[in-house]
């Protein structure tokens, strides 16, 4: 079976940039930037895109680059403080902290964008995702410290505000075009 190649836009600049980020990292692993390390980079690329082709994802809404730009800085801030926190709790004088799983609210349109926000929660210390319901669109995270008012409230605030900034990057109403594909709730079926 021959599949033809893709004619629109998002899916060629999409395989064109997972390309380019296989040989990347195929070049990074060699330590070299030799012409013939960044060919057969290429190479290898093309061949495990070929032989290991990933499901089709489908792009519902439009990259923003500023606003992905901004949506990197505040997420590498949060890994910064959050980082600096647990530090804090790990040597601070006192009794270790209350931990709890808190249910968040994330109302991300796309299930491809929610698996990034859930990745960025992930990578961010103090707290783990530990479920996604992707048909109520919340979260529960196990949180590190959760023992006061104001730790809760920090945490809803950090979720809202990667909930906020991956809508701003890619989900805007806007730019919005559901795929045939995208899942639909029951009751959204109806109408």
């Known amino acids: 079976m021959i599949r033809r190649l893709p004619t629109e836009p998002r899916v060629l600049g999409s395989r064109l940039f997972m390309l380019l980020w296989l040989t990347f990292a195929w070049t990074l692993l060699w330590g070299s930037w030799h012409p013939g390390t960044v060919l057969a980079g290429l190479l290898i690329g093309l061949v495990v895109m070929i032989v290991l082709p990933l499901p089709r994802v489908p792009v519902e809404g439009l990259l923003r680059p500023l606003s992905t730009i901004w949506l990197v800085l505040v997420v590498?801030?949060?890994?910064?403080?959050?980082?600096?926190?647990v530090a804090w709790l790990s040597f601070r004088p006192a009794a270790p902290p209350r931990s709890a799983v808190l249910k968040a609210?994330?109302?991300?349109k796309?299930?491809?964008?929610?698996?990034l926000a859930?990745?960025?929660l992930n990578l961010m210390p103090g707290g783990i995702v530990v479920r996604v319901d992707p048909v109520g669109r919340f979260v529960y995270i196990h949180v590190l410290d959760a023992g006061s008012d104001e730790a809760v409230e920090r945490f809803h605030h950090q979720v809202a505000t990667v909930e906020k900034i991956y809508t701003r990057a890619f989900e805007r109403d806007e730019d919005w075009r559901p795929s045939p594909s995208h899942y639909r709730a029951p009751d959204e079926e109806e109408s």
Do not use: G, Q
């Open 76 to 85: 590498a801030y949060f890994l910064v403080r959050s980082s600096l926190a």
């Open 105 to 108: 609210p994330m109302r991300l």
């Open 110 to 115: 796309s299930d491809f964008t929610l698996a």
């Open 118 to 120: 859930v990745n960025t």
